[in-house]
Nanobody, 123 residues
Framework: QVQLVESGGGSVQSGGSLRLSCTASGYAFTRLCMAWFRQAGLEREGVAAIDSDGSTAYADSVAARFTISRDNAKNTLYLQMDSLKPEDTAMYYC??????????????????WGQGTRVTVSS
């Protein structure tokens, strides 16, 4: 089982930036596909994903504003969020799944989840 710990959430005004981090342990990080999801209501939404080869996928709503990256030497996943909007307000979760299966931003296939970090964007 992969242990995931998120950090970096907080409150920011509209147009501001935040960077989320997720540190993984318990498994070889380079063998994981990593992703960020968020939940503001009942449904969990895929935000961005990055596979072991560096290939990325984004939700249309964030593609021009968010950047996902990973540092394999530090076993850490990042989400740089710029030009934040009130509708980005949510609990953000880090997730891990097997690499090279093309998981993308669908939640199916991700087997490990962090506890979440809250992002609040005020207008």
């Amino acid at each position: 089982q992969v242990q995931l710990v998120e950090s970096g959430g907080g409150s920011v005004q509209s147009g501001g930036s935040l960077r989320l981090s997720c540190t993984a342990s318990g498994y070889a990080f380079t063998r994981l596909c990593m992703a960020w999801f968020r939940q503001a209501g009942l449904e969990r939404e895929g935000v961005a994903a990055i596979d072991s080869d560096g290939s990325t996928a984004y939700a249309d709503s964030v593609a021009a504003r968010f950047t996902i990256s990973r540092d394999n030497a530090k076993n850490t996943l990042y989400l740089q969020m710029d030009s934040l909007k009130p509708e980005d307000t949510a609990m953000y979760y880090c997730a891990a799944g097997p690499a090279y299966y093309g998981l993308g931003i669908r939640s199916l296939g991700y087997h490990s989840w962090g506890q979440g970090t809250r992002v609040t964007v005020s207008s």
